[in-house]
């Protein structure tokens, strides 16, 4: 559980920096994260 949240906070970070470049995506970002790294936990 903590090895998914770690690797989760790691993933966060690149999904972050790929919503940087894409404005468009930015406003799709802070949605999709919860949701993703949820089922991971």
């Not at 949240?5 to 894409?22: E, G, M």
């Amino acid at each position: 559980l903590l090895t998914w949240f770690s690797f989760s906070l790691l993933i966060q970070p690149k999904l972050l920096t790929f919503t940087t470049t894409n404005p468009p995506l930015n406003k799709t970002q802070p949605t999709k994260p919860t949701p993703w790294t949820w089922p991971w936990t």
